[in-house]
């Protein structure tokens, strides 16, 4: 798991951005200082083709909470299944990235945010197919049930994102069944599509493209 990170250095990544990150937490991050970071924001009036690309990979190692080689082992491992199936890499890599225990746990509403996600799974309170599961990086797969531990659902991050999600709606490939205790099956993969912020692929697909 990727080192943790205070409420106010997630604030100052989204500002870097110019993009609310949901899997950091709390809304907010842009609403009093809509600029990045440092004096005025640092602002420039241009921006190197290669920052462009270098930021718009942050959004993935920010959201996911991840390190850099981390998700270079994402892209090897995805252009290596791409080559054997002819499915775009990235399509394969944000597939996994979406499919990783901790997000999953995210996306379902049952952590305000990822890191808390992972300490939930770290801390043992998440099952998969009603076996303790305390890896956050863990992969589910299509059919997988996910639920918690009786810790887990008393857990203070499990109702506080029961009271306030941050994201709106659980993604429609996700079957949510009971009400306060409740169990998750996904039902098929997520897509590129999916992921609950802007995202422009192809500039990340030129910022590793000598990578194999």
């Given at each position: ?11 100052k ?81 944000i ?18 945010s ?46 506080h ?21 409740k169990?998750?099956t ?9 992921i ?7 500039l990340?697909?030129e ?6």
């Amino acid at each position: 798991m990727a080192k943790s990170t205070t409420g106010r250095a997630r604030y100052k990544m989204q500002r870097a951005l110019g993009l609310e990150l949901p899997g950091l937490g709390k809304a907010g991050a842009l609403e009093r200082r809509p600029y990045g970071p440092g004096v005025h924001g640092n602002r420039r009036k241009k921006i190197s083709d290669y920052a462009v690309r270098l930021r718009e990979k942050q959004k993935l190692v920010y959201h996911y909470g991840l390190r850099e080689k981390q998700l270079v082992k994402y892209v090897k491992s995805s252009k290596k299944i791409s080559s054997n199936t002819g499915r775009p890499w990235m399509d394969v890599m944000i597939t996994n990235l979406e499919r990783r225990l901790n997000n999953v746990i995210f996306r379902l509403n049952w952590a305000p945010s990822i890191p808390a996600a992972s300490q939930m799974v770290s801390h043992g309170h998440v099952k998969v197919n009603g076996k303790k599961v305390d890896r956050a990086s863990y992969q589910i797969q299509v059919g997988d049930v996910i639920e918690l531990s009786e810790a887990g659902y008393n857990n203070q991050s499990y109702k506080h994102a029961q009271e306030t999600p941050r994201l709106p709606s659980v993604p429609s490939y996700y079957k949510v069944e009971g009400s306060d205790k409740k169990k998750a099956t996904l039902t098929a993969l997520p897509l590129p599509e999916d992921i609950p912020f802007e995202f422009e692929n192809q500039l990340v697909i030129e910022y590793y493209w000598k990578v194999k």
